[in-house]
């Protein structure tokens, strides 16, 4: 048990684009994820823990002011972050906190992390750790001596004497178009020399002077360590490769999807990604390496935790693991995020050990947003809670209270990926209503239809479970002030 009067540590692990449906503790039969469940069995794990918003940035800066796109300034992508509203590094750091942070930032562009305080390497906007040429054969990645192009990555490499890996396997997608980004790719340098080692590394090096901060000042810290994956393109070595074997996967009970009574843009993107010719025989070969991603970054995690147990900081530091947004990955014949309010996208896995937990291993059920994190580390560290309707602390939730969270629905908002699209989501414990600005609505039962397969909007039997949740909606946006408020009075009369 911690002193009442002493500020815990924080140590926030993140990962990009995670389904929760990979980890072991959330029902995966075939996907092993040991370490993560370990901390679960130690702490929480919340069963209905939402992103407000996709694609990275935007989550990315929700969860560091705990505000939604339109107050943050970031709705898509690498734009520019409010400066006028507080954010976690001002806070925490008024708050006495040392800040440490490693691997991928994607908050703020132009800004990185040290301009907000943080110890650690930048990597400028997504930062892809591998530039164009480094890795023969490999194409993804920013142009060299383009801003988002650094040497972090082949520096650790030099330090640590590892040469530069090979590949040597690649696969795209069979979109020409999409040729510039592998879907998986074999490289041969195992798994010290990849670069989510190197965010390991540098998170534990992080540790280890924060520790020592620690017992020369007294001074609490908050460590952010960001991994790049799961996210294509599954860059891989032995043995996490050929983990999985792609014929035990079993089929996506919403790969069949038909799109009748959809929206057209959902068809439009799985076009542009051309992943769905060659049927499930295709996709598995994808899914097999995103899970052998997984369960790398699982044992990265299970280092990161047993040097934090080594460091004797365990009973001091809560620690957080949770991913910015879902994936479809073959999902509705889809990947990553987009113009589609499925589940697998929005859904999160979330899991956390408070030192005071007071029901280790223990289900949290509440509906909580990746944003609440921001005033529940406030609150933490003693500093004043927003008087935002954006967001609430869960600190008593993470310590394992049966406490609701006093919320019947998410609310959340997607604005641009790949190109411009309007969409707001309602989701409830029965029912998902989906606003799509520019095309049909969606609106799924939940209950009897999990798979989101069958839109059931404008039926006449779901006529007053319609209007019921275009009422909820509409209290969403405007207890939130979002500005699409006004066009979605102007055209309700559709739905």
């Not at 995670?18 to 959330?26: A, I």
């Not at 959902?266 to 899970?291: C, D, P």
């Not at 995690?301 to 991913?323: K, M, P, Q």
């Not at 969409?423 to 998902?432: A, D, E, G, V």
Request: glycine share 8%; net charge negative.
């Amino acid at each position: 048990m911690t002193d009442e009067t002493d500020l815990l540590n924080i140590l926030l692990i993140l990962t990009d684009q995670h389904r929760y449906d990979t980890l072991s503790c959330y029902g995966a039969e075939i996907c092993r994820t040991p370490h993560i469940d370990r901390l679960a069995a130690r702490g929480v794990r919340f069963d209905r823990a939402y992103t407000s918003t996709v694609p990275c940035s935007p989550s990315r800066a929700a969860l560091f002011t705990g505000v939604y796109p339109h107050k943050n300034h970031v709705l898509v992508n690498n734009e520019v972050l409010n400066p006028d509203i507080p954010n976690l590094a001002s806070e925490l750091r008024q708050a006495g906190y040392a800040l440490g942070y490693a691997g991928k930032w994607h908050v703020d562009d132009p800004k990185v992390a040290t301009d907000y305080g943080f110890e650690g390497k930048d990597f400028p906007g997504y930062g892809y750790p591998i530039y164009q040429g480094m890795l023969e054969g490999f194409r993804f990645g920013p142009r060299a001596g383009s801003p988002g192009a650094t040497d972090h990555y082949e520096r650790y490499l030099n330090s640590h004497g590892y040469p530069i890996p090979e590949i040597l396997e690649t696969h795209y997608g069979d979109n020409p178009g999409k040729q510039g980004q592998e879907m998986y790719a074999l490289h041969s340098g195992g798994l010290a020399a990849s670069f989510e080692n190197m965010v390991a590394e540098d998170t534990i090096a992080l540790l280890q002077t924060m520790k020592e901060g620690q017992e020369r000042e007294g001074t609490p810290f908050f460590v952010w360590a960001n991994f790049w994956g799961p996210h294509t393109p599954c860059l891989l070595p032995e043995p996490y490769y050929s983990m999985y074997d792609p014929a035990a996967i079993p089929v996506d009970p919403s790969f069949n999807e038909t799109w009748e009574g959809k929206p057209f843009v959902q068809q439009l993107v799985e076009r542009y990604w051309g992943l769905s010719e060659g049927g499930w025989h295709r996709w598995r070969e994808i899914v097999a390496r995103y899970w052998g991603y997984v369960t790398m970054i699982d044992d990265l995690v299970g280092r990161i935790l047993d040097v934090l147990e080594t460091l004797g900081c365990a009973d001091n530091t809560l620690v957080v693991f949770s991913t910015d947004h879902g994936d479809n990955m073959g999902a509705h014949r889809l990947i990553e995020k987009g113009p589609f309010a499925y589940e697998q996208c929005y859904r999160l896995p979330l899991v956390a050990a408070h030192p005071d937990c007071e029901d280790p291993g223990s289900v949290c059920d509440e509906f909580v947003y990746l944003q609440d994190l921001y005033p529940t580390f406030l609150e933490m560290a003693g500093r004043p809670l927003p008087q935002e309707p954006d967001t609430a602390s869960i600190l008593a939730q993470l310590k394992g209270r049966t406490t609701s969270a006093e919320r019947d629905s998410i609310y959340a908002q997607f604005f641009a990926q790949l190109f411009r699209y309007e969409q707001r989501i309602l989701r409830t414990r029965t029912h998902k209503l989906v606003y799509n600005h520019a095309d049909i609505g969606e609106l799924y039962d939940l209950v009897n239809d999990p798979w989101e397969l069958h839109n059931l909007i404008d039926r006449a039997e779901m006529r007053s479970v319609q209007e019921a949740l275009l009422t909820r909606m509409r209290e969403h946006m405007v207890r939130l002030e979002d500005p699409i408020l006004r066009d979605f009075d102007a055209i309700r009369h559709v739905y």
